[in-house]
């Protein structure tokens, strides 16, 4: 795969993107693997807004792993947690926001991010996320005994909801450069003003 040269068809008219957003944020759902904190970052960058990471800012909080907080405090714990951080930030200055794979999944997340931000789900095939996250061992949601089938079912359960957002964007085997444009292109054309009512 011939890798794209920085900054390549990034001419897209960003501070038009960034004004347009208003007072909201772009939030990026997905499951683990799809990129949404690489993304999430450069696209920061791009539109001029500040980037965070839902996971690491739950660590923060907790002062501990999302590992750790998994296996003592369990799931649920985990994921009010996160409501609380997510909640948070979108009520803050607009910004960036990488979520963690189940935080769409809420309710009640769900809703805050409709009202604050406008949400991107970054898609990616199985076989592209389980390439990815072999690269790492972190996953508490993948401590499985085939982590294959776990990452199968996820998709099945998840995928439904994720197809909620505002925006999907395939995030498949390209440049990182290339995704961003993607999203910069999609948001772009969810910004765009209506037609006139006659």
Known sequence: ME?????AGLELPLTSVASRLSDRSVVLVGLMGAGKSTIGRRLASRLG????DADVEIETAAGMPISDIFTIYGEPAFRDGERRVIGRLLDGPRVV???GGGAYMDSETRDRIAARAIS????ADHETLMR????RSHRPLLRTADPEGTMRRLI??????????DITV????TSHERI????IAALSAHLAPGPTPL
């Open 3 to 7: 890798a794209e040269p920085a900054g």
């Open 170 to 173: 395939e995030s498949r085997d």
């Open 49 to 52: 807004l500040s980037f965070h």
């Open 97 to 99: 926001l990488a979520t």
């Open 132 to 135: 990815r996250v072999r690269k």
């Open 156 to 165: 099945d359960e998840r995928y439904p909801v994720y197809a909620l957002a």
């Open 180 to 183: 961003v444009q993607d999203v």
């Open 120 to 123: 991107v789900w970054l898609r």
